[in-house]
């Protein structure tokens, strides 16, 4: 059965330990966590997604922090399932520690890099590249008992499900999988959401929840971040389309649209993928 878990980068006014009670007064049951320090020229800031982050465990954080923060999590009845660190293709010795926070902290599973694609470099090169380097994330991850994740992620060289396969499907699925996100097709990489999900098999290992849209804006189109239910992409048809397909994971949230508050966001969307996973039969 599908479980609900938020990734911490959609709740940057929160602390550790304020979001681990809010993620279990919303009913969500596991916490990915954003890997990241914050910029010393950003600890005035209002808070922000991806600079002053609240919600971010910074890789210098001590041993004893992180004990407290899994703990806490423990306390409350929820799982921390995830690392989300921004990780270079190539840099194993950063892997290499990211993946001990996340062993720390109980995770069993952790992003990995991807190479981004800027029109400056060849695919084929690149390609190249990542497929040496996830051999040996595949390796780290066996050791860790930790599987990687390799994101759909628009201006990378993994835009979709198919192109996310040709970077891991030569690769073990118990140790190295894809982080599918529909919300990120809709800017770059669309395909069909079922046929995306048949690709992926056994490598589908985590689904991130979020939506977008295109709109036309001083004579450009732009796509941008929308509220949960008002972008392109169907929920509903997708949640089926895993079901069909035995997804039996996580659904996690991270809405940038700014609509609710954070403790708001957390319960709107536990509330409404509730009730759709309880119209396709599932038990929540």
Known sequence: MMKLSVFTVCTPDLTPEQLI?????????????R???????????????????????????SSE?????????????????????????????????????AQQLGATMMRVGVPRYDRQRHY???????????????????????????????????????????LVGHLNPAHVGVLYDPGNLVHEGYENYRMGIQLLGPYLAHVHVKNAGWIRQDGRWQCQWMPLLEGSVPWE???????????????GIEDFSGQFGSAKMLTHFASVFREQLQQHGQEV
């Open 21 to 33: 009670t809010a993620a279990a007064a919303a009913g969500i049951e596991g916490i990915e966590w």
């Open 35 to 61: 890997y990241a320090a914050i910029p010393a020229d950003a600890a005035e800031e209002s808070p922000s997604y991806w600079r002053h982050n609240r919600c971010s465990i910074d890789p210098a954080i």
């Open 65 to 101: 922090r992180l004990q407290a923060i899994r703990l806490a999590a423990e306390q409350g009845s929820v799982s921390s399932i995830a690392l989300v660190p921004y990780l270079k293709c190539g840099d194993l010795d950063t892997a290499h520690q990211a993946f001990d926070t």
């Open 124 to 166: 084929e090169d690149l390609e190249t590249e990542a497929v040496r380097y996830l051999s040996g994330i595949q390796e780290m991850a066996s050791q860790y008992g930790i599987k990687a994740l390799v994101e759909t992620h628009h201006e990378t060289i993994a835009p979709s499900a198919s192109l996310a396969m040709r």
């Open 237 to 251: 048809q997708i949640i089926n389309d895993l079901v069909v397909a035995g997804y039996d994971g996580y659904l």
